[in-house]
């Protein structure tokens, strides 16, 4: 048996985990996936990579400020640039310089995971399905893979729907009622994802980057590439607007593509992205919280310690998971009442 088990290992997970490790506790980490970093992803395409998950961070506060220059002195992280563009249903591009620098990877976004995951014991491709408490009053997970798991606490770091599913697995009147009326108010907005690439005679546009205000069908668009050392070719990566997922999630997906290509060409007046050399897509189910809760962690009243954490706790954005991650360990150890996490900060034991 392990003290702590923490189901995901996404940014919130990972952050948690590493607290309540250096901390002292044994902390066993389990995730669905292959990789860690969950949204923070990163793919291995056409002898590059690309980021369709989160494509930059930017520092927001003291602690987000302190990662970001120990990842940008390592040489994971490097400015990419200071001013990102909008456009509005009126077609005119605006450039909005931003109040902080935007950093992204040459290696990809996932390098901030992986930074973050070093050390610690995580169980890969373990989607777990069910979850007890024995006659010890202790948690006992089931993967899907029929693997067992069982803890004294439990920290669930997946978007909220997902723990919601997880958590009905308990009996009923188990959980307090509040906290799952809180845990299913957690809504959220899908997005479709492209990336495409293309010759390099293409004439690249002068931006990086455009947010899309009202459009039917795009979100965001980057141009990826921009990110990398010495790219092979221009590629990028486009994310559809939220509406345009819903209605078209369950649709096959190279059409989906065509049209959200079809409608960049006209938006950003680029008429070679509709003949993409490659082109690649990803469905983001849980994209980016619509209702996220103004809390930063969201404990559970019950004997054996069980608190929900991750981006949809007091925002939707990189920082919000950080955040919500070392809230979740201080419940935790809080709870555990066996030391302090006060003055130990996971920025200098890593």
Known sequence: MTEIAVIGAGMAGLVCAQQLTQAGYSVIVIDKSRGVGGRVATRRLFETKADHGACYIKPKGEVLQRLIDLLVQKGDLEVWTDILHVQDNSSSLVANPLSSLAYTAPLGMNVIAKFLAQGLDIHRGQRVDKITVNSHNQ????????????????????????????????????????????????????????????????????????????????????LDSSKRKNPVQPHFVIHSSADFAEKYFESELQEVGKEILENAVSTVNLEWLKNPQWMQLHRWRYAFPKTPLQQTCLPAETSSPLVCCGDWCGGNLIESAVFSGIAAAEYINSKLQQRELAGIDFLDVL
Do not use: C
């Open 139 to 222: 948690w006992h997970l089931t993967s899907e893979t029929n693997e067992e798991f069982t803890a004294s606490s439990v920290v669930v770091a997946i978007p909220a729907p997902q723990a919601v599913m997880l958590l009905e697995s308990l009996p009923e009147n188990f959980l307090d009622h509040k906290f799952l009326e809180k845990l299913r108010g957690v809504e959220y907005y899908p997005a479709i994802t492209v990336m495409a690439g293309y010759p390099n005679s293409s004439q690249q546009p002068e931006w990086k980057a455009i947010t899309f205000k009202d459009n039917p069908v795009l979100g965001w668009i980057g």
